[in-house]
């Protein structure tokens, strides 16, 4: 072999930048939400995508189908035009203009946002996005993108299940956290209970005792 010889270029290695480059500009833009959102972490936000074809006038019709809420449009590491949107109640999620198609971002645990913005903007997406032809994502035709991160940092790519099954999903979650947090509280309960109502040592009984007796005595 000829060592003078120009390497062939490694594809296995293109394959990993462009695996660390995805995950780089996604953890930046899931930051950019945290911090928008109110999260404390990452971790805590999840994004919806979906892969359309779309342009100007399609984003246009969405804002103007959604003027009853409070909409600011944001900076940040979005990839795109980024907007806020605000219920009367304060409830908030970011959607995000791609040409590939609408982004939601929202905090998976914030359940009013999840309850009310989410499935408002995904039936209205879905309303506007009828008279396209159905577009391939990476999970087949009209499927859109459900993406987070675990607590190691690793994105987790998947099909995402209709809006009313997000919400499902994350209120049984939530559940699930205050069912834990309740028996914890109940087990410090039963624990501050049998300290108060444990009968006093025999040591103390004898102090008591010699107390008693050396008033007698005097």
Known sequence: MDKG????????????SQKDWRKKTFLAKFKAAASELGATSPQ???????????????????????????????????QGRAWKLTDVDGNSIVIVEHETGLEILYVTGAIASI???????????S???????????????????R??????????????????????????????????RISSLEAEVLSLKSRIDMPPRSTDKKKRAKSSGTKTKH
């Open 5 to 16: 010889a120009p390497k062939k270029p490694s594809y296995e290695v293109r394959a990993v």
């Open 44 to 78: 805590e936000i999840e994004s919806l995508k979906f892969r359309d074809l779309t342009g100007f006038q399609e984003y246009r019709d969405l804002l103007q189908e959604l003027s009853s809420l409070e909409i600011e449009q944001i900076s940040g590491d979005y």
């Open 115 to 125: 309850i009310g913005l989410v499935p408002l903007v995904t039936n209205i997406w």
């Open 127 to 145: 309303r506007i996005r009828n008279h396209w032809p159905p577009f391939r994502g990476r999970f087949g035709a009209g499927t859109p993108e």
């Open 147 to 180: 993406r987070r991160f675990k607590q190691n940092n690793r994105l987790v790519e998947e099909p995402a299940p209709p809006a009313e099954a997000i919400v499902l999903q994350h209120l049984l979650r939530q559940y699930g956290t205050l069912s834990e």
